[in-house]
């Protein structure tokens, strides 16, 4: 199976795109390279957020917040996927890719987001976590490599949907 490269991105690259690139450099080690980044990056990570990756014994080693700009420079890995995981990030007009990459938008409710006691924000964490871990399963048991480019469109754009 062919290597991969997947950027997700969110407005502040402080949770969910974190996450999301925690899930994916794990589950997908074999074959996937995973980055994040945002279109303003908050310059720090959530700590629930690295809680959630720790609680999964997943590595927190190297998540830092940083801009898309970073990966829109001629030295950047070229990607082979970039995904939305917050919906103010997929109306933004993001850069140009270079490769053109295959793009989904798979928004999950922004914890952060979320006020009230420390139980309740832990839990929006963890229910973000867990959707995006769900999705980056399915994501993970297509043909990728038998897929054409509109059809694998289509069924990531489905994933994003569950």
């Keep these: 199976m062919p290597h991969y490269n997947i950027l997700f991105l969110c407005t502040g690259n402080s949770a969910r795109s974190i996450m999301a690139e925690a899930i994916m450099r794990w589950k997908g080690r074999e074959n996937f390279s995973a980055y994040s980044a945002g279109s303003h990056p908050m310059g720090a990570v959530r700590p629930e957020a690295l809680r ?53 938008h798979w928004g999950v409710p922004d914890p952060a987001a979320v006020s009230g006691t420390q139980q309740e924000i832990d ?7 867990s959707i995006l871990e769900r999705r980056i399963s399915l994501m993970l048991a297509l043909p990728l490599a038998s897929l054409d480019a509109m059809a694998l469109k289509t069924k990531l754009d489905d994933i994003g949907k569950k």
Excluded: Y
């Design 52 to 104: 959630q990756i720790e609680l999964a014994s997943l590595s927190t080693a190297g998540l830092h917040s940083k801009s898309w700009n970073e990966f829109a420079k001629p030295n950047a890995p070229v990607m082979n996927f970039v995904f939305t995981v917050c919906d103010n990030a997929a109306h933004e007009i993001c850069p140009v890719w270079p490769g053109q990459p295959i793009t989904a």
């Design 123 to 129: 839990r929006a964490f963890s229910q973000a976590f």
